[in-house]
């Protein structure tokens, strides 16, 4: 079956409250966007400023240039997985030992213009994978691209016990494609965020994911 994970992007802690409250009771994992501003032009909240999910599996998606910046407040949160990018700054293999140590999972993020074949000899330490298929990191509502599906087998060919997530412009029309090309975690934003009704936006993907 195939994880729906709701996705928070927030830059302020009002609209981070906003969108905790309309996804913490729909699922049992959430994904918690971070972005330093330069990474990505959108500066998001910062770890300092995550608060109240004590007890929820967490995923922080560290959109900076520096992984290891604020790393001791990253770990303080407790996450279950981080999430770093392929192209950021520094020596990825030390963030990753460094995450274990405190027995956090690493996660490796690809944008669009990044192969796999560019990160195969990160692949085989890392937990997970992230394929951003978005247009607009760091904003949600950017459209989706499936030529970035093709990195899933790719990916699995090296690492098969990788996890596999699609983020970026998941609605029901994408999840199938993403599903039908080996995803196992499917990161949500808008498409449940801005839903008149999250809770059965959420519904219909999860859904797609139990019966593809």
Same mark, same amino acid.
């Given at each position: @079956?195939? =994880?729906?994970?709701?996705?928070?992007?927030?830059?302020?802690?009002?609209?981070?409250?906003?969108?905790? $409250?309309?996804?913490?009771?729909?699922? =049992?994992?959430?994904?918690?966007?971070?972005?330093?501003?330069?990474?990505?032009?959108? !500066?998001?909240?910062?770890?300092?400023?995550?608060?109240? /999910?004590?007890?929820?599996?967490? +995923?922080?998606?560290? @959109?900076? =240039?520096?992984? @290891?910046?604020?790393?001791?407040?990253? *770990?303080?949160?407790?996450?279950?997985?981080?999430?770093?990018?392929?192209?950021?700054?520094? $020596?990825?293999?030390?963030?990753?030992?460094? /995450? !274990?140590?405190?027995?956090?999972?690493?996660?490796?993020?690809?944008?669009?213009?990044?192969?796999?074949?560019?990160?195969?000899?990160?692949?085989?330490?890392? $937990?997970?994978?992230?394929?951003?298929?978005? !247009?607009?990191?760091?904003?949600?509502?950017?459209?989706?691209?499936?030529?970035?599906?093709?990195?899933?087998?790719?990916?699995?060919?090296?690492?098969?016990?990788?996890?596999?997530?699609?983020?970026?412009?998941? +609605?029901?029309?994408?999840? !199938?494609?993403?599903?039908?090309?080996?995803?196992? *975690?499917?990161?949500?934003?808008?498409?449940?965020?801005?839903? @008149?009704?999250?809770?059965?936006?959420?519904?219909?993907?999860?859904?797609?994911?139990?019966?593809?």
């Amino acid at each position: @079956m195939v =994880e729906i994970v709701p996705t928070v992007t927030a830059e302020t802690p009002a609209e981070f409250a906003t969108q905790i $409250d309309r996804v913490e009771n729909l699922a =049992e994992r959430l994904h918690v966007d971070l972005a330093d501003g330069q990474f990505v032009p959108r !500066r998001l909240l910062g770890p300092a400023q995550i608060y109240g /999910l004590e007890g929820v599996p967490l +995923d922080l998606h560290l @959109m900076v =240039e520096d992984p @290891m910046t604020e790393f001791e407040t990253i *770990v303080a949160l407790h996450p279950s997985l981080v999430i770093v990018h392929a192209e950021a700054k520094g $020596d990825l293999m030390t963030v990753f030992g460094q /995450l !274990r140590q405190f027995g956090i999972k690493p996660g490796l993020a690809l944008l669009p213009e990044t192969t796999v074949s560019q990160v195969t000899q990160l692949l085989p330490y890392v $937990d997970h994978l992230l394929i951003f298929t978005g !247009r607009n990191l760091g904003s949600q509502g950017g459209g989706f691209t499936a030529a970035g599906l093709a990195k899933i087998p790719e990916a699995l060919a090296i690492n098969p016990k990788l996890e596999v997530a699609v983020d970026g412009g998941i +609605d029901p029309e994408s999840a !199938r494609l993403a599903v039908a090309a080996g995803a196992q *975690v499917l990161d949500c934003g808008s498409f449940i965020q801005s839903a @008149m009704d999250p809770a059965a936006a959420y519904a219909e993907l999860v859904k797609i994911g139990q019966t593809l």
